[in-house]
């Protein structure tokens, strides 16, 4: 089954504390994106990639980090979380960049730090 | 980057009626997407027009754009309980980095 996955769902952590959201897809997509959502503001893009070892910064990229070793893989690294990250997070792809294209999205992580 | 804008905020209906929501943006676009958020779930994706298409139709989805309002409306036909989601539309810049942005959505409930 085509699908874009992302471990964990859920994560209560501390400030400050490292950690890593896993993102992969078995489409063979070029393209993947990392976003937060956050009531009233919509989707906002952090990070993206156009392919293996090419990112570039999305809308809010600040406290963020991204890495793109393998096609299928994409995590999302907050190395010093704080509060303010605490949000709903989602990983996306699609065939290639471009609007012509549509997305599939993952089931999304809610992170929560305290 | 650009952001669409979706209106209203919420809609509230009754099964059966249609639902019409409204996406607007500022600049010039390539194409125009709309996806559907079931409650904390990833975006699913709807239906995609381009910039020189005036509307397209996908089951009980009906899309429109009009670029010289820089607007484009999606129409959900005899709605169902099961269409309560929240809507987003996103626009890709023409000349633009090619990656599409999303507006705020519209939250839709479908009362049975």
């Known amino acids: 089954e085509a699908q874009v996955t992302q471990n964990p769902r859920y994560l209560i952590t501390v400030t400050g504390k490292k950690l890593t959201v896993t993102c992969s897809q078995n489409?063979?997509?070029?393209?993947m994106s990392w976003y937060r959502q956050d009531p009233g503001l919509g989707l906002r893009q952090i990070y993206y990639?156009?392919?293996?070892?090419?990112?570039d910064k999305g809308d809010v990229p600040e406290g963020y980090k991204v890495s793109r070793k393998e096609k299928r893989n994409f995590p999302l690294i907050l190395e010093s979380p704080s509060p303010n990250q605490t949000s709903l997070y989602f990983c996306a792809s699609s065939l290639t960049s471009g609007g012509y294209y549509e997305q599939y999205f993952g089931p999304g992580t809610r992170l929560t730090v305290t | 980057s650009q952001q669409g804008e979706e209106d209203p905020q919420a809609l509230s209906i009754q099964e059966g009626e249609n639902a019409t929501m409204n996406c607007s943006y500022k600049?010039?676009?390539?194409?125009l997407q709309w996806y559907r958020q079931n409650s904390g779930r990833g975006l699913v994706h709807l239906i995609l027009?381009?910039?020189?298409?005036r509307e397209k139709h996908s089951g009980r989805l009906r899309v429109t754009l009009d670029t010289s309002k820089k607007s484009s409306s999606l129409l959900i036909t005899a709605s169902r309980a099961a269409d309560t989601a929240s809507y987003f539309c996103?626009?890709?810049?023409?000349?633009?980095?090619?990656?599409?942005?999303f507006g705020r959505g519209t939250s839709l409930i479908v009362h049975p």
């Open positions: 990639s156009m392919n293996v070892e090419a990112t």
């Open positions: 027009i381009r910039s020189n298409e």
């Open positions: 600049t010039s676009i390539n194409n």
């Open positions: 996103a626009t890709e810049q023409l000349g633009g980095s090619y990656i599409p942005t």
């Open positions: 489409m063979n997509h070029e393209y």
